[in-house]
């Protein structure tokens, strides 16, 4: 959907493009009007001038869309963009696919949109007579007998004009839609990501984060022990996962208070506006690795943007997953803990949260920056 949004929207500027350009080749259409009048009564044929009056935008365009596609498909086009990606992101090494509808489209599309724009336009521009066109007569308006009543000279005057070129009133108007709502869309970009990055900060009271693989009952009396699953949900064709974290009623790190309950969850702020989740709805989370399905009433929703997470009283969830009474397996801290590598699957500071969030301003700057630009 999002390849046939963006390929529409291109063709939807490339049509305002070459119609700004056609407006340019009538001012120039009028100017020669006696020329084009004169050739006419010398037997040139209407055809012949509106091939030479659409060639010079044609290969405006032609020349355009092969400059444009040879910088894009080069090293600066597609490598480039992929950087970030590649950098942040555990991805293969993907060649860069050229394929026949892209190609068509980049060069191919801008011509043909010119050629079709300028002669709708000029076509009419040069249907008048040979007599009309030397005369350089123009055609009478009926918004010119539009009756203004009592209106002063000055007032009457501003209407008239304003009457005479509402055509390129509505092209401007219609040109400023499109570019406001492209700035808008590239400033809403930078925004969101923006936000994110503070959100996901300031959302982090824990320095450090430790996943253990089995847990000890000698740790630091300064951390707070955590159990977390990772479970999965499916949404317009999309799966991602759902973090369940169990925890205390005096967990100082999140700001959730979940009662006590097998089917009793605090949904995340983020969980519950990805999937429009209100109170007292129900949630289907699955374990694809056991094929279970499990069903959640959403009692709360709690201030948290970091990832999709739901929270649970940890001695239901305990309950829940067949774990003992003390289970956990995850250390939220203030400080840097004294703990067994091998007992460590993984630890995650708050800078890494923080660099995890501000990779998406990084890698939307280049969009949304063009977009602004534009």
């Not at 060649?95 to 709708?120: C, H, R």
């Not at 009756?147 to 209407?159: D, E, P, S, W």
């Amino acid at each position: 959907m999002n390849k046939t949004v963006g390929l529409v929207a291109g063709v939807i500027i490339m049509i305002l493009f070459t119609y700004v350009i056609s407006v340019f080749v009538i001012h120039q259409i009028q100017r020669e009007s006696s020329v084009i009048g004169a050739l006419y009564a010398l037997g040139a044929k209407k055809k012949d001038l509106i091939c030479h009056y659409i060639t010079l935008p044609t290969i405006i365009c032609f020349i355009g869309g092969l400059i444009g596609s040879a910088i894009g498909f080069s090293d600066a086009g597609i490598v480039c963009q992929m950087a970030d990606s590649y950098s942040y992101f555990s991805i293969p090494d993907m060649p860069p696919a050229y394929p026949l509808y892209l190609i068509i489209y980049a060069v191919v599309m801008p011509p043909v949109i010119s050629v079709i724009v300028n002669y709708i336009v000029i076509s009419k521009r040069l249907s008048k007579t040979a007599l009309s066109l030397i005369r350089n007569e123009q055609k009478i308006s009926h918004r010119s007998k539009i009756n203004l009543g009592n209106m002063g000279f000055i007032r009457r005057f501003q209407v008239r004009q304003m009457l005479r070129e509402v055509r390129t009133g509505i092209t401007v108007i219609f040109g400023m839609f499109i570019c406001l709502l492209i700035f808008m869309l590239g400033l809403n970009c930078y925004v969101l990501c923006q936000n994110i990055k503070v959100e996901n900060t300031e959302d982090t009271r824990y320095n450090y984060m430790y996943t253990l693989k089995y847990p000890e009952e000698t740790d630091s009396e300064n951390a707070e022990a955590c159990y977390t699953e990772a479970l999965s949900i499916t949404d317009m064709g999309y799966t991602l996962d759902v973090n369940i974290i169990g925890i205390d009623d005096y967990n100082k790190y999140y700001l959730a208070n979940p009662q006590k309950g097998r089917n009793s969850i605090i949904a995340a702020s983020s969980t519950a506006q990805k999937y429009n989740l209100s109170i007292g709805e129900k949630l289907i989370l699955s374990d694809t690795a056991n094929d279970m399905d499990y069903a959640f009433t959403v009692d709360g929703i709690a201030d948290y943007s970091v990832g999709l997470s739901v929270f649970m009283d940890i001695d239901s969830m305990r309950e829940l997953f067949g774990k003992d009474d003390d289970y956990y397996n995850m250390l939220l801290s203030d400080e840097k803990l004294d703990v067994d590598d091998g007992r460590v699957y993984s630890v995650t500071t708050k800078a890494d949260i923080e660099k995890s969030a501000s990779v998406f301003v990084d890698q939307m700057r280049g969009m949304f920056t063009m977009m602004i630009a534009m």
